[in-house]
């Protein structure tokens, strides 16, 4: 059974630091892995979603990478503002048309 | 931008009242899913749906029941609400041709007393 974790549970920086949050996935059997950010009381927004074949995707300042065989991913956010502060979760699916496994998410708060 | 909706944002109601949250998505998507979360807890899949006529149970036992009859709707509907369905629902869509990215509505969130 596919288990996601994600590490730190919260982390807390000051304005303009880059960070890695961090996702691990048991099973490498995946067909792809989605990052979202998720604002308090809000629905979920898609970020990146990186295909098994691929090693990374980029859209502004974040940068996800995936590594298959070790079964982790990384979201990469450079130059932090306070308006990246929410909850980041990323997700996995084992087909197109398997259900989606997410992670318990990153709780960040980025300090002015 | 999802075009993916949720009606109502928020909804408070009595104990025993029926509803009905309503999700309907204008992508296209043929997967469409409901996910339970409490505040600043996991999300829990609840419901999904492959296509028309197709409905599934998800991880968490639910009372709740759905139904796809239309590719762009796919409501969910509690009989008889009770305080332990509090939280929010948020719902889903995925199956672009380029693109997996699955997509979620601004959510409903459930307060019943």
């Known amino acids: 059974k596919q288990e996601v974790t994600q590490i730190p549970a919260a982390l807390s920086v000051p304005e303009g630091e880059n960070l890695v949050l961090n996702c691990s996935f048991t099973?490498?059997?995946?067909?792809?892995l989605q990052w979202f950010r998720q604002d308090p009381g809000k629905g979920l927004t898609s970020l990146l979603l990186?295909?098994?074949?691929?090693r990374e995707q980029t859209s502004g300042r974040l940068n996800a990478s995936l590594d298959k065989s070790s079964g982790r991913s990384t979201l990469y956010i450079a130059a932090s503002q306070p308006g990246d502060s929410a909850t980041y979760l990323c997700a996995v699916a084992k087909t197109s048309y398997d259900k989606v496994i997410f992670g318990p998410g990153t709780s960040l708060s980025v300090i002015p | 931008e999802a075009d993916i909706y949720q009606t109502p944002r928020y909804l408070v109601i009595g104990t025993g009242k029926k509803i009905t949250l309503e999700c309907s998505q204008t992508m296209g998507h043929d997967k469409m899913y409901w996910y339970q979360q409490d505040p600043g807890m996991e999300l829990h899949l609840i419901h999904y749906s492959y296509g028309v006529n197709s409905t599934e149970k998800g991880d968490l036992s639910s009372e709740s029941t759905v139904s796809r009859i239309r590719t762009e709707h796919f409501p969910l509907t509690l009989e008889s609400a009770r305080p332990s369905h509090t939280s929010q629902y948020l719902c889903?869509?995925?199956?672009?041709?380029?693109?997996?990215?699955?997509?979620f509505g601004p959510g409903t969130r459930l307060t019943v007393l």
């Open positions: 099973d490498s059997a995946i067909y792809n």
């Open positions: 889903a869509s995925k199956g672009g041709i380029l693109t997996d990215t699955q997509y």
């Open positions: 990186i295909q098994s074949s691929q």
